[in-house]
């Protein structure tokens, strides 16, 4: 059968135009994927970035007698209701621990409540008409500010939007994060090792690792209920605290430490073993000091892949209780806390609008720490990856 | 495989000595979500203005917290638990069985749910009815019972809106829900021969009525972008957003702060929270915190709960629960 030129021609642009095609198809999915990244990073910089300035305002404070009682004595009566009930309700407290504090007056810049917050950053606003007026004239006269929110960063939640902050929530990640650490990290990798070099291959394992597979697929809710039911019930570990936290995240990291360590240690050559045993070291040995050390940027990688995602999990924790308010700063690993992703979810669910930008500020300090891990996986394997 | 025996050896010991706490100085509160701003409020300003560590508050629905709170006495169990419902006979039932045998009941105020659409559109008066028929998963028609035919709110009666009925509420779970049933779907439909006066708590599942999950703000956001919609929430977001959203009036009462707080606006409930007082010997600050919470300046006229769209008691009311706080009285099932 002969073709003529025209033909295969023809037929050859066909599939040139359909290769084009294809080509087209896959990067204007790229591009539509860059896309919603894109519009979602702008959104929450809009949304998030006025959360990192708060207005503060320049009062005279008057540590007089009724203030000592009640805070809002303290203050002029018209700026009183402009100033953050978090100060005010300090003011009694203070006097009650400085009483050299009486008779004595001071100005300083206190913390502006949520109300000329928002009305400065050009959001709605609850002030009536007198108190618009008046800022206008605190601002025109330098009184009033935006500065740089220091609050969001060192303090706990707080049922007023002006006041919340973010710390008592990372602290509590952190915490949450060390027991998941302390507890995945080691049993899994122990497990990894075991299966991969000790383990004969029979139906048992094999039966072990289709669950580890498994498991690593759960919704991570059920994780939860098994923390409830074991840890909480059972062992009697306290509710809402790092401890159960943390237990019953490294749950759920754990198939995905066990999972990538093994591939870590599977991609470890055979001739690097084979020459190990070759001069006399026992099973222990080759694995101590040939194999595990050359797997062991794989396994980190794996690891803080594995903590990156537990970070930021919330679904197990509404189960065992960590989705609570905290307003202090943890201080132990049986006291309750909360992390960020729940924080977050807090914050979402607040109906003052003022926190819609606390939310958003959440989402940025959270994503920003997780861009952070997974830039160090991504280090860490470009850094010491071999081959073979 | 010693190492990894000895690691869960280590693992169990940890949880071992978690057991072993002390009598703790910080109280514990479970309970419902819409209570929970306001409680949470409290708990922030005792723990700043006491020195007391501020107390631990879970949101986790009225019926989830009673349950917790009447699984006994002791280290492990709340102290407090927020209802927005009346606690009921089977749960202070098993409350007594489990030896929770001393509760005070601390009613705090009130909160209404509010029917509302996006300020665009013309206010709207409904009966209790109206919205009972436009809800309800079977509606009598000429006596017998159908399924929902009204599509448009004029299909129910020509003097409502020609719109869609589309409505965005809160999902099966929630306690607004539970009220919501209540209040505007088993009171009209006792009283509608074709239901045989019982309850009828079925809402329609054909599009009309959204499952809008238990994030409120969500309802809000959405009506303001579906006008034609209207949502169903707590008062407290109506309150948040006054250039936003109208509330309907109900049976000609609108959704207004006196209104509910007499108990004229027929969507409204109480709200209440309950003390363990077997506990109040070991987590000694636990009446402090009571107190602050009952006192005028939290749920009094002006008070700062009713900034955050808490209803106050009327005054007589206000006066009865603080008399009940001091003398710390016992709940029995007689009273329910």
Known sequence: MSQTFDEISSQLRKRHRRSARLKWISMGALGLAGLFLLWFFSDMLGKGLPAFQQAQIQVEVDYNEDASRMGRAALDPDLSRLVSRTFERMIPVQIRENPELLGTSETRWVLANAQVDQYLKGHRHKLNEQQVVLVDELLAEGRVELKFNTNFFTTGDSKMAEASGILSAAVGTVMTMLVTLAIAFPIGVMTAVYLEEFAPDNRFTQLIEININNLAAIPSILFGLLGLAIFINFFGVPRSTPLVGGMTLALMTLPVIIIATRTALRSVPDSIRHAAFGVGCSRWQVVRDHVLPLAMPGIMTGSIIGLAQAMGETAPLIIVGMVAFIPDVGASFTEAATVLPAQIFTWAGEPEKAFVEKTAGGILVLLTILIFLNATAVILRKKFERRW | MNRILKTTAIAAAVMGVATVAHARDQIRIVGSSTVYPFASYVTEEFGAVTGNPTPVIESTGSGGGLRLFCNGVGEGTPDITNASRRIKVSELERCIENGVTDVTEVKIGSDGIVFAQSSENEAVDLTLEQL?????????????????PYQKWSDIDASLP?????????????????AFEELAMEVP?????????????????????IDAGENDNLIVQRLSEDTDAFGIFGYSFLVENPNTLIA??????????????????????????????????????????????????????????????????????REQTREKVAERAKLQVSDL
Do not use: C
């Open chain 2, 248 to 317: 309907a009036a109900i049976d000609g009462v609108e959704a207004e702060s006196e209104a509910i707080s007499a108990g004229d606006y027929p969507i409204a409930r109480s709200l209440w929270f309950y003390v363990k007082n077997q506990h109040a010997d070991e987590v000694a600050p636990l009446y402090d915190y009571v107190d602050m919470f009952v006192s005028e300046t939290m749920i009094g006229e002006g008070g700062y709960l009713g900034d955050l769209g808490l209803i106050p008691l009327p005054e007589a009311e």
């Open chain 2, 189 to 209: 439909s006792e009283e509608m021969e074709a239901y045989g006066g019982e309850a009828y708590t079925e809402i329609r599942s054909d599009g009309a009525y």
């Open chain 2, 162 to 178: 020609d719109r869609e009925i589309s409505i965005y509420g809160p999902p099966s779970t929630s306690g607004t829900r539970d």
């Open chain 2, 132 to 148: 009972f028929l436009a809800v309800a998963a079977k509606v009598p028609v000429d006596g017998e019972l159908v399924d929902n």
